[in-house]
């Protein structure tokens, strides 16, 4: 269809050099957060106010809604998500998704969410987040909702908010979220419990305190133990509380011997997480 205008847009493409491999087969790239561009974006390609090949800032198409680097000032001014154009009667998902905060200042070596959403933590309101959440169940009836917020418990007080929004819907369903351990406590964790949560998940990534240092998870040899203490406490805190608690873990990771696969194998043997997902380490541009 050599007449059929393409626009790239998602989060990979903030990523350095990604645009360099597409540039025959894409007319037009946002590069940033695409969110509240595609209007404009879309206008450029129906004008042909456009070089082929040409990858341009959201901040160029709507600058009131960015700031210079593409990231998005508002997150409340998002439009409630069309799910209508794939979840219905010819498909239904098992579950739906929130993406309520977007960024995460931790500096992990390894994480692609800050590559795309960079480092500072944005976030919408408690009552926009709640009212989103009460869309998705009255207009789509999902059986459970996720939130994919890299670091959903960041900002204590706006979850703590968010779970008194949510315990006044009259209709709630099971839903998860996920966050570094050190953002749960036993307090939090019966706040998320009483609002309808009932799966926590956590990065572990390794119990090796070298590997968690060397890939920027923790910054030195007493952090790395305040950390796996505390992925020990949630583990046990959330089977205490009634939550599922999915811990991560990768193999592959930089500075990762195979003693280092012993001590984190040891350390689930001894906690026992309800939940364990083992994800290969892979590098990207």
């Not at 050599?2 to 037009?28: F, R, T």
Request: overall charge neutral.
């Amino acid at each position: 269809k050599p007449l059929l205008k393409v626009l790239a847009i998602g989060p990979a493409l903030s990523y350095q050099q990604v645009d360099h491999g597409l540039n025959d087969l894409v007319d037009l790239f946002i590069t940033g957060e695409p969110d509240l561009a595609v209007p404009a974006a879309v206008k450029r390609l129906l004008t042909g106010a456009f070089t082929p090949g040409e990858a341009v800032s959201p901040y160029a198409l709507a600058q009131t809604a960015y700031t210079p680097d593409g990231r998005l000032t508002n997150l409340d001014a998002l439009p409630l998500p069309a799910w209508d154009l794939y979840h219905g009667k010819a498909h239904t998902y098992p579950f739906l998704t929130i993406l309520s905060s977007r960024g995460c200042p931790a500096g992990c070596a390894f994480c692609p969410y800050a590559a795309a959403q960079g480092a500072l933590h944005r976030f919408q309101s408690p009552a926009r987040t709640a009212e989103e959440f009460a869309y998705l169940i009255e207009r789509f009836q999902p059986p459970r909702i996720m939130f994919r917020d890299p670091v959903f418990a960041h900002e204590r007080n706006r979850v703590l908010a968010l779970c008194s929004e949510l315990r006044r819907l009259r209709n709630v369903v099971p839903w998860e979220c996920e966050s570094r351990p050190e953002h749960f406590d036993n307090r939090l964790l019966r706040a998320v419990r009483d609002a309808g949560c009932d799966t926590i998940k956590i990065g572990l990534e390794s119990a090796d305190p070298e590997v968690l240092i060397g890939i920027g998870r923790v910054q030195d040899e007493r952090s790395a133990n305040d950390y796996l203490e505390q992925v020990a406490a949630v583990v046990a805190e959330c089977r205490q509380v009634g939550l599922v608690c999915r811990v991560f873990v990768m193999v592959g990771l930089p500075f990762q011997s195979s003693e280092a696969l012993g001590r984190t194998a040891d350390f689930l043997r001894q906690n026992r997480p309800q939940r364990l997902h083992v994800k290969p380490f892979q590098w990207y541009p």
